[in-house]
């Protein structure tokens, strides 16, 4: 029930398509859904984050949408570009200082 | 967001030595930091919970002997590998907490155990 599943493990778009990654979870008690880009031999960092209150949030290229019936959200990039290749984990938590859930990761190739 | 700092960025040593990675809040205080592994391609596991003042917190399967935690400040918060063996060579991550949600990770600790 700590878990949160994420697909696909790999994705390839072309540049200025949209890549779209979903994560689904099962925790009702989860609260809080970030989106994280790593970069080979770096950090995650922080994208964008959602609360369940919200259905859509938007920041720049990238929005979220969340469906909280059926327990899924989803990372869409718009006009994909190359320098978007990375790795992209969503994760889940319950609020409140409370530790992070990671999903599997996707791994975002953008073809020039 | 908060700015996040590790030293090393990169440490080789051989097994059986201890090595200290340390994990620094260059611009809040951290009341609680998260130290992470991730092996490669693979997601981060969250390996203990760190807590300024107090013992920190270890998840399931991590041993606390092997991996030593000390959050002795607001700003600095160390993880200890003691008796390194080539199995422990790995990606280690913190990460802060500001306002309640949102963490904020290093750079990252790349550890080779010969």
């Known amino acids: 029930q700590q878990q949160v599943k994420q697909s696909p493990q790999s994705l390839i778009v072309q540049k200025g398509g949209i890549s779209i990654i979903n994560c689904a979870y099962e925790n009702t008690a989860f609260d809080y859904f970030p989106w994280y880009q790593q970069f080979p031999g770096k950090g995650p960092a922080l994208l964008i984050a959602?609360?369940?209150?919200?259905s859509e949030k938007k920041e720049g290229r990238f929005t979220i949408s969340f469906n909280k019936s059926a327990k899924q959200f989803s990372l869409h990039i718009m006009d994909s570009q190359p320098g978007d290749s990375a790795t992209y984990f969503c994760a889940a938590s319950r609020g409140g200082f409370q530790k992070l859930v990671f999903g599997t990761g996707t791994r975002l190739l953008v073809s020039p | 967001g908060a700015v996040v700092s590790q030293h090393p960025s990169r440490v080789i040593c051989k097994s059986g030595t201890s090595v200290k990675i340390e994990c620094r809040s260059l611009?809040?205080?951290?009341?609680?930091m998260f130290w992470y592994r991730q092996f490669p391609k693979q997601s981060l596991m969250l390996m203990a919970t760190?807590?300024?003042?107090?013992?920190?917190?270890?998840e399931q399967g991590v041993e606390k002997d092997k991996f030593l935690i000390n959050h002795a400040s607001l700003t600095l918060s160390t993880l200890t590998v003691t008796s390194a063996h080539p199995e422990d060579s790995s990606f280690y991550i913190c990460s802060t907490l500001t306002g309640g949600d949102t963490q904020y990770f290093g750079p990252g600790t790349r550890l080779t155990v010969l």
């Open positions: 760190s807590n300024e003042g107090s013992k920190a917190t270890y």
């Open positions: 959602i609360r369940p209150d919200v």
């Open positions: 611009d809040f205080q951290a009341t609680t």
